[in-house]
């Protein structure tokens, strides 16, 4: 489900706004209940790989790997992490 961010058109308050469907949209502003606020952009969260799912770069040879000496370079990740 996404979330919104809507501007009100009369007082200006930002606002987000969790859509449940596609016709779900934020018929009034919750600060001054003026109607039909304006949907504005919002920024989304990417999912970041964590250190471990980086490119091989020889680590499973590093002592301080948690594959070292259990797992091999998988070819392109940190070894079985």
Not at 27 to 56: D, E, L, Y
Request: glycine residues 14%; contains cysteine.
């Amino acid at each position: 489900m996404p979330i919104y961010e809507y501007t009100c058109q009369t007082c200006n308050h930002t606002f987000d706004h969790l859509a449940r469907n596609l016709l779900d949209v934020a018929k009034t502003c919750p600060a001054c209940g003026a109607k039909r606020p304006r949907k504005g952009f919002a920024a989304f969260a990417a999912r970041v790989p964590n250190a471990a799912a980086k490119a091989c770069d020889g680590c499973h040879t590093n002592s301080s790997c948690p594959s070292a000496g259990k797992f091999g370079c998988g070819g392109g990740g940190c070894g079985g992490l």
